[in-house]
Antibody, heavy 121, light 110 residues
């Protein structure tokens, strides 16, 4: 059974940093693109970042470029999101998701339960 | 890039059919056959219902179907059931390794 479990969310002040983790199990982690998707309170889903199978390709939504870094450790079956210079508008539930597509991510077939990040003073 | 456009809400009675539209541009929905649809019950993990415009993952009832015409994709749910009440999101590949979601549609089963 595919499982994705996020951790690392919490309350942080504007300008602060936070690192999210996602522990994957039930599939060959190193064979899949992986992604982060977020949902701000009362808002819709927003794709945040993608990373390819070996971590050599990374792509971001414009609003987080230069502030967030996606990474993975295939030996530990884990996905990460390092979030720096956090803004109030980054407040959201962050989901880890397994991507559909081998050459590039074109959708998401499994999702975690999400971890809440609150940016507030 | 702007979010794809979905109606904020749709409703239907049990047994009826509803269709949710998802309008993008010639740079996303219109240019790629990579539209997916997600069912999201608040507080739970989103669930993939349709991918590649019209393909259903195993385990998704055939009451759910997807299609696309030009810059607009659609999700049709036939034989509505109470458990179908949820938020539904479309998503499209938008080129250069990026993806766009729609704003979401709240489905109410009357």
């Amino acid at each position: 059974e595919v499982q994705l479990v996020e951790s690392g969310g919490g309350l942080v002040q504007p300008g602060g940093s936070l690192r999210l983790s996602c522990a994957a199990s039930g599939f060959t982690f190193s064979s899949y693109w992986m992604s982060w998707v977020r949902q701000a309170p009362g808002k819709g889903l927003e794709w945040v970042a993608n990373i390819n199978q070996d971590g050599s390709e990374k792509y971001y939504v414009n609003s987080v470029k230069g502030r967030f870094t996606i990474s993975r450790d295939n030996a530990k079956n884990s996905l990460y999101l390092q979030m720096n210079s956090l803004r109030v508008e980054d407040t959201a539930v962050y989901y880890c998701a397994r991507a559909v597509g081998m050459v590039y991510a074109v959708g998401f077939d499994y999702w975690g339960q999400g971890t809440l990040v609150t940016v507030s003073s | 890039q702007s979010a794809l456009t979905q109606p904020r809400s749709v409703s239907g009675s049990p047994g009826q059919s509803v269709t949710i539209s998802c309008t993008g541009t010639s740079s996303d929905v219109g240019d790629y056959n990579y539209v997916s649809w997600y069912q999201h019950h608040p507080g739970k993990a989103p669930k993939l219902m349709i991918y590649d415009v019209s393909k259903r993952p195993s385990g998704v009832p055939d009451r759910f179907s997807g299609s696309k015409s030009g810059n607009t994709a659609s999700l049709t749910i036939s034989g509505l059931q109470a458990e179908d009440e949820a938020d539904y999101y479309c998503c499209s590949y938008a080129g250069t390794y990026t993806l766009l979601f729609g704003g979401g549609t709240k489905l109410t089963v009357l």
